[in-house]
């Protein structure tokens, strides 16, 4: 994993460890991020780990590892700019039988929720977030060797200096322990459209 030096919380979970092997986050109950949209409610107190850049082409990888048990519990990579403006993309669980692997961008504070539907079984994941000016990639591996597009998106407030990382919530009356390896960062591996 690369060492990254400058990495920043916004609310620090109760349990965590960093080594240079890897990162875990033990999630606490109620925490979550979501925006207005569908539900209503707003939710933004999810432990965030991410590093400062202003570097605008650039690809961020990370394998999470995961054993999750109850409805939305989730961890993945994030983009978390303030309360009304990020993204994320994760795995939540939803039963036994699947859960969903999706993503949520939320622009002057509403979120959206793209996903689709996989196993329950499925206990890991890699995703890849490339970055192009204010524009963004999000892909997902299963292992960490061929990626596939789950979506592109653009943050309105999301040109110039940024932070990007990780995190890990549960919505529910849940916790769970979320480790992440294989963290590293180098050159934009989404090519200009032509």
Sequence with gaps: MTTFNNLEWTRAPKVYEITDECIQITTVPNTDLWQRTYYGFQN???P???MTTDEEYFSFTVKTSFD???RFDQCGIVIYLNSDNWLKASIEY????FQRLGSVV???GYSDWASFDIDSAIKSM???LSRRESDYCIEYSEDGVTYKQMRIAHLNHGEGTIKFGIYACSPEDSSFEAVFTEMNIGPCQWEAHK
């Design 68 to 70: 999750t048990k109850r």
């Design 44 to 46: 933004d107190n999810a």
């Design 106 to 108: 939320t622009n002057d």
């Design 126 to 128: 890699w995703y890849r």
């Design 94 to 97: 939803e039963n036994e039988s």
């Design 48 to 50: 965030v780990l991410q």
